[in-house]
T-cell receptor
Framework: EAGVAQSPRYKIIEKRQSVAFWCNPI?????LYWYQQILGQGPKLLIQ????????DSQLPKDRFSAERLKGVDSTLKIQPAKLEDSAVYLC?????????????FGPGTRLTVL | AQSVTQLDSHVSVSEGTPVLLRCNYSSSYSPSLFWYVQHPNKGLQLLLK??????LVKGINGFEAEFKKSETSFHLTKPSAHMSDAAEYFC????????????FGTGTRLKVLA
């Protein structure tokens, strides 16, 4: 079974530029998550989708971050414009549904460096 | 609101000696609890999870954890450390209310000495 795919793996940009990350979840998984992991910290949930609807985006900085999952499969996360403090690893995860017992499966992440 | 506290940011053990990584949680409801491992430049991998069945949970690579409600703890143990166990370990709580989102601890970096 193929895992969660993410691209690119690494990205370096200047502040105020825009950047986009792509995620393809495990086939058949209804729920998709984007996390931000700052160096030395645990991942923090940015947004959670159930199929193509947003379940939770309470921690997404909506003035600069946006995400979509148009067909309920793959997803993109965009930052525009980027700030220095956005330097982090962006992790995508998927799970079969929304149960508390569901395991989330994580992709390898995209390491973003903002200069 | 739910939360997770990992009591040690760094743990060092000698190869072949036991591993103990400590985790305390706070949850308004009966929680689901997970341990994930993150090797350098790799994604997070599930080690084990507790979902209100047996309180002693066995995971991959010889790890296990015991859910203790009275102590609100979910400590991760392994009888004998291997060099390949060196990594970052995260304790996670998923509350049974709301959107069941994961709340991560701050992580424990395990170092294994030869």
């Amino acid at each position: 079974e193929a895992g969660v795919a993410q691209s690119p793996r690494y990205k370096i940009i200047e502040k105020r530029q825009s950047v986009a990350f792509w995620c393809n979840p495990i086939s058949g998984h209804a729920t998709l998550y984007w996390y931000q992991q700052i160096l030395g910290q645990g991942p923090k949930l940015l947004i959670q989708f159930q199929n193509n609807g947003v379940v939770d985006d309470s921690q997404l900085p909506k003035d600069r971050f946006s995400a979509e999952r148009l067909k309920g499969v793959d997803s993109t996360l965009k930052i525009q414009p980027a700030k220095l403090e956005d330097s982090a690893v962006y992790l995508c995860a998927s799970s079969p549904g929304l149960a508390a017992t569901d395991t989330q499966y994580f992709g390898p992440g995209t390491r973003l460096t903002v200069l | 609101a739910q939360s997770v506290t990992q009591l040690d940011s760094h743990v060092s053990v000698s190869e072949g000696t036991p591993v103990l990584l400590r985790c305390n949680y706070s949850s308004s409801y009966s929680p689901s609890l997970f341990w994930y491992v993150q090797h350098p430049n790799k994604g997070l991998q599930l080690l084990l999870k507790y979902t209100s069945a047996a309180t002693l949970v066995k995971g991959i690579n010889g790890f296990e954890a015991e859910f203790k409600k009275s102590e609100t703890s979910f400590h991760l143990t392994k009888p004998s450390a291997h060099m390949s166990d060196a990594a970052e370990y995260f304790c996670v709580v998923s509350d049974r209310a709301g959107t069941y989102k994961y709340i991560f601890g701050t992580g424990t970096r395990l170092k294994v000495l030869a």
